[in-house]
């Protein structure tokens, strides 16, 4: 693997030896960590650096990214601003139920939104670090991937020029909906996939969080949860039917659903306030696998989705795309390959770790309104044993908070 010498490009086409698609928490990671290693590197990023800085997403981070990001100087602004989370809530039949995960486990949560991190990551790579990104590229396409003389071509759209770099190495971290995991023969590609059949409206309300931690409602209506986002913002979850439109929810029915699922005697009513995203998400998870194929090694949402049940997709894109940076600055240090031929192994033990969770939780959330009694049945007995048993409630905390299994990254 990635052992010949490449020839010199032609004068029309730069040479780098990574290419990396789409500047996420997994792109802008590994290409930090590339840089400070000098190991050179280009970000083509299809969308504008003013729209990632504020693309809202995720909020949840587990310590161990927190603590893995600050080895490599990457955390500054997250330790400075973040929150720190230690329990969460379960609502059901109108009484709260608290469970303290950082008093089982040690460890805790920090609530950092993604647009801030993202904003980090880029000011670190291009304005401290000197790195070369571009926003805005279009028509990305990847050729040879399977031969050692891969190159990425791409759109520019100041000149309207068609580009190409050619590279040992390309990195796809352009998430769900990237050209790179499109990029796969279709016979080497084999994806797994599960669907809930049960939509998430996804909603960010202007209102201050209503409670101080994360509040799962588990109700016959459906699942619904309040999530801190910032003092101003905060997350809100609505199960719906897959595929609805989030024109059928105004402004009345979320709030009056809010208070129906997330009522408790003794919690105090929510906070309403202008509702600034409303997207209806279809619950679904995928793992491609291997995650590598030729010279192309994918990262992140581009890898693997996990419904954002559990809070774990940027997680795993962190974990991905320092795993990536360890063995590509071995590999470029030492010529020692092994690193590369065990990322797609080594990424994928933690992501089916984190699908496994994800998907016992869902049906923790989903069975009570799933209008099967047996589900409900069995979700109810989940829920009961977390409370009940310490070393139910031990396992939960561990992996909620995602520090079991693979040793961590640094
Ligand atoms: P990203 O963040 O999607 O970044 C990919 C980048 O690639 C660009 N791109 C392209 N660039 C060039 N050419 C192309 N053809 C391109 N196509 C796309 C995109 O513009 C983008 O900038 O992927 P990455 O880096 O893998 O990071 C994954 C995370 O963003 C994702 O897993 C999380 O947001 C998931 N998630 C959560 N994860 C957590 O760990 N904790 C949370 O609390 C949490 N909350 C959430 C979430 C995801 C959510 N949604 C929207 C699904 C809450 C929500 C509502």
């Not at 994918?298 to 795309?321: E, F, Q, R, S, T």
């Amino acid at each position: 693997m990635i052992a010949s010498p490449h020839p010199a490009a032609p004068p029309s086409e730069q040479r780098v030896p990574v290419v990396i698609i789409g500047a996420g928490p997994a792109g802008l990671t590994l290409a930090n960590v590339l840089r400070d290693a000098s190991v050179d590197c280009v970000v083509l990023e299809s969308e504008s650096r003013e729209f990632i800085e504020r693309r809202p997403r995720a909020g949840f981070i587990e310590e161990w990214a927190v603590r893995a990001l600050e080895r490599h100087g990457l955390a500054g602004g997250l330790l400075e601003r973040a929150q720190t989370h230690t329990e969460c809530e379960f609502r059901l039949g109108g009484r709260r139920h608290r469970f303290r995960y950082t008093e089982i486990s040690g460890h805790h949560h920090f609530v950092y939104p993604q647009p801030l991190l993202v904003t980090d990551l880029v000011r670190e790579y291009a304005d401290a670090k000197g790195g070369d990104i571009r926003f805005r590229v279009l028509d990305v396409e990847l050729h040879d991937i399977d031969t050692e003389h891969p190159s990425v071509s791409y759109t520019d759209p100041g000149s309207g020029e068609r580009r190409r770099i050619a590279c040992d190495v390309i990195a796809g971290c352009d998430g769900a909906r990237g050209v790179t995991r499109a990029s796969l023969p279709p016979q080497r590609a084999h994806v797994a996939r599960l669907d809930y059949g049960v939509g998430w409206l996804a909603l960010l309300a202007e209102s201050p969080p209503s409670s101080d931690c994360v509040v799962f409602g588990v109700h016959p209506h459906g699942f619904a949860a309040h999530m801190t986002r910032s003092p101003q913002v905060t997350r809100y979850y609505l199960q719906c039917p897959p595929g609805d439109d989030p024109q059928n929810w105004p402004h009345e029915r979320v709030w009056s659903e809010l208070h129906e699922r997330l009522s408790a005697s003794d919690g105090a009513p929510l906070t309403e306030g202008r509702l600034i995203e409303k997207r209806v998400l279809d619950m679904h998870n995928y793992v491609v696998q291997p995650m590598v194929h030729g010279r192309l090694f994918l990262a992140g949402d581009a890898a693997h989705l996990v419904a954002p049940i559990a809070a774990k997709g940027m997680n795993l894109a962190l974990y991905d795309a320092l795993v990536l940076a360890d063995a590509l600055i071995t590999y470029y240090r030492s010529g020692d390959a092994a690193g590369l031929r065990g990322y797609s192994a080594a990424c994928l033990r933690r992501v089916w770790e984190y699908q496994e969770f994800s998907q016992w939780f869902a049906e923790l959330l989903h069975g009570p309104s799933s209008g099967d009694p047996f589900r409900a049945g069995n979700a109810t007995a989940r829920l009961r044993r977390l409370f009940d048993s310490p070393v139910a409630a031990a396992a939960f905390a561990e992996s909620y908070i995602g520090s079991g299994g693979n040793s961590n990254r640094g």
